[in-house]
């Protein structure tokens, strides 16, 4: 019975120890969390992409301005692929009719408005100047001429080419249409305006070029942009026609290249773009290599 009694209390002291030792366990704490983030993250923004240009951009007039505005709308096509650029040679004074009748978006002339035009509601914005070479053909000895003998020869007070130190030989006046840009430009210039002596009157700056470039006793005028090695182009005044000599104005006989647009239209945002793009320093480069002179 004792036994049975000492078994039995050593069993109760066994659960008591046990029972305490859980007691006396503790967990160890938790580790604290980090908040949920239920929020997507934000993209960055892309960057926006110019709209592209697109539609056409009609050009009309100027034949003089025909290299200069060639390449003008071959780069601006280039950077624009959807874009359309046409060009009208049909001269100055064609080229400011069809702007003021709505016909094109953009006029193309080769010399300052008239007054009577700019009273019609159009605006010119000068895109570079051009000098007016006075040409003959490369077998002709002379090579410098003054105003008052271009002026001489137009009229007709000098007819032969030894009055100029030439040959003896009837000099063969060539000449651009009325109207032309570079007509006026020349007759202005050298105070002929209606009084000249013409033999032919062609309709492009390139026929007059052609012209002269076949006739050994013939002279002519034409854009200094577009003279090539078929012809000569004169010394005035002892100075030579270059890019130079328009720009500092010691070139007598030069002229704007004038871009036509109407105060009472906006242009469309093609032809827009291209104005713009034409009058930036960005075209530069291209116009001097077309041979004209930019302003900006």
Do not use: H
């Not at 659960?15 to 006396?24: D, N």
């Not at 002892?238 to 647009?261: H, N, W």
């Amino acid at each position: 019975m004792k036994k049975i009694l000492a078994l039995a209390l050593a069993c109760l002291m066994l659960v008591a120890l046990l029972a305490g030792c859980a007691s006396g366990k503790t967990d160890a704490p938790a580790e604290p969390q980090a908040p949920a983030n239920t929020e997507t993250p934000a993209e960055p923004a892309a960057e926006e992409k110019p709209a592209e240009i697109t539609g056409t951009v009609a050009t009309d007039g100027s034949t003089s301005m025909e290299k200069v505005i060639g390449s003008l709308g071959e780069a601006f096509t280039e950077a624009n692929s959807g874009a359309k650029f046409t060009y009208n040679p049909t001269g100055s004074g064609s080229g400011i009719t069809a702007v003021a009748e709505g016909r094109c978006d953009i006029g193309l002339s080769s010399r300052a408005l008239k007054d009577e035009e700019v009273a019609q509601g159009l605006v010119g914005t000068t895109l570079c100047l051009d000098g007016i070479a006075v040409i003959v053909n490369p077998e002709n000895p002379v090579s410098d001429l003054t105003i008052d003998q271009i002026a001489a020869i137009y009229t007709g007070k000098i007819t032969n080419w030894s009055e100029v130190g030439g040959n003896d030989a009837e000099i063969v006046l060539i000449g651009r249409e009325a109207g032309s840009g570079t007509r006026d430009g020349f007759e202005s210039i050298t105070g002929t305006k209606d009084a000249c002596q013409y033999r032919q009157e062609l309709t492009s700056t390139g026929d007059v070029i052609t012209t002269v470039s076949q006739n050994p006793d013939a002279i002519g005028y034409a854009s200094l942009a577009s003279v090539g090695e078929s012809v000569k182009a004169l010394d005035v005044e002892g100075v030579i026609p270059t890019e130079e000599s328009v720009k500092d104005g010691s070139y007598a006989i030069q002229r704007p290249f004038v871009l036509v647009t109407r105060q009472d239209t906006a242009l469309s945002a093609a032809a827009q773009a291209f104005f713009d793009f034409a009058l930036s320093s960005e075209a530069n480069d291209i116009i001097l290599k077309a041979g004209a002179v930019p302003v900006n």
